[in-house]
């Protein structure tokens, strides 16, 4: 018997798209490949911190064909602002992905080989439960949706694998963000990964890390159309908030020599910054704000950032050492050489710490943290190395 992506539909339903709100999107529409699942109904997930949520549902996208054993399952995490569209196949009809070159029939992430799967992260604002989302009494989540864990989230996920039907990952792979759930997972479901790609992560995160997170949040915050978190009922969102936020997220992900090789002290457009003009930099900095609030809600962005600031492989289980011991599959943990966000020392004390202690693979690049995401060539075939060994 060959299993096919079909055995989801009868208990998938499409998202419909919300209104996109002055000064930015609050709720962005659903991609159209996407497919969202509830998870979870009414009352019934406690988060780490005790707290209830609604009912949950999680947006994800699928490639590929089960195979008769239904062994052929990898799951791919994104990353903050990612969402469950890591590629459209070899569709040119549908947006590209953000690893489209990675995922696909014949790419490292082989589709003809391998049943992929990625989800929309819980608490994003992409189709999965967010702070846009209805909450039971029928308005947004705004300001009172609770804080939640990578933790949280991975057990959102191991959900949607059990109504998947999926016993067992053969690989479960994904950086930063995606890297701390799939840490979680080795050690939350030591039995149900066969391998790892870890990308550009560590243990936890660094107190530089959390306290450029909190400065973005403050960023947010300030914004004037913010209104508390709840602007969904002002008709409004705090874009600048989220532009300046994104601006400074963006000088962490990439490198110091790529500023310089690709910008350096030119203007943009040969107008004097002497005379109202912009550097390049800073022409670079604001498109990437500007596109960021144009799609992604302020609220999940702060969700997520606090939850990334929370990432701690050891809490609760005797520090990273105890709560990497019994982590049976093999592991990749790739780090970038240029990475400001997540240095090369992080990727080599998680290493340190697995039972196999596996050398770190190294993305030689000046691009910086976001290395993972678009240096393909390089990362591809450390994927496709890892997935055949």
């Known amino acids: 018997m060959t299993y096919s992506p079909t055995w989801m539909l009868d208990s998938v339903q499409q998202s419909t798209a919300e209104p996109i709100l002055r000064g930015g999107a609050v709720a962005p529409p659903l991609r159209d490949a996407a497919q969202v699942i509830e998870i979870f109904g009414v009352d019934e997930f406690r988060t780490e911190g005790g707290l209830t949520l609604g009912s949950i549902r999680l947006a994800f996208e699928t490639w590929g064909t089960f195979n008769p054993s239904a062994s052929n399952a990898v799951l791919i ?132 890390q959390i306290a450029l997170s909190s400065l973005q949040i403050r960023a947010i915050k300030n914004d004037p159309n913010y209104f508390g978190g709840d602007y969904q009922r002002f008709g409004v969102a705090p874009a600048e908030g989220l532009a300046i936020a994104r601006g400074l997220g963006q000088l962490s992900y990439r490198g110091s020599e790529e500023l310089e090789r690709r910008f350096g002290r030119k203007p943009q457009d040969d107008r004097d910054p002497r005379n109202g003009g912009l550097y390049a930099v800073e022409s670079y900095l604001d498109h990437h704000g500007k596109k960021l609030a144009a799609r992604f809600d302020a609220n999940s962005y702060i969700v997520l950032s606090q939850s990334m600031n929370h990432h701690d492989i050891g809490r609760g289980r005797g520090g990273p050492k105890a709560a990497l011991a019994g982590v049976k599959s093999q592991v990749t943990v790739v780090g970038i050489s240029s990475d400001r966000l997540f240095p090369l020392p992080h990727q080599q004390s998680l290493a340190d710490l697995l039972p196999s202690r596996p050398e770190v693979e190294v993305v030689e690049t000046d691009i910086g943290h976001d290395g993972f995401l678009v240096e393909y060539e390089k990362v591809g075939k450390i994927i496709a190395r890892s997935l055949c060994s």
């Open 77 to 208: 995490l994104h990353a903050l602002t990612g969402d469950s569209h890591a590629t459209n196949g070899n569709s040119d009809e549908i947006e590209r992905g953000w690893w489209q070159e990675l995922i696909g029939p014949g790419r490292p992430i082989d589709t003809d080989r391998y049943f992929v799967i990625c989800p929309n992260v819980l608490g994003g604002c992409r189709g999965s439960t967010g702070p846009s989302s209805t909450a039971p009494d029928g308005l947004p989540y705004g300001s009172r949706f609770p804080l939640i864990t990578v933790r949280d989230q991975v057990r959102a996920e191991l959900r949607l694998a059990q109504m998947l039907g999926i016993r067992a990952w053969a690989a479960v792979i994904g950086g930063s963000m995606g890297g701390m759930r799939s840490i979680e997972w080795l050690c939350m479901e030591p039995n149900m990964v066969d391998t790892a790609v870890v990308l550009a992560v560590g243990c936890s995160a660094s107190p530089e």
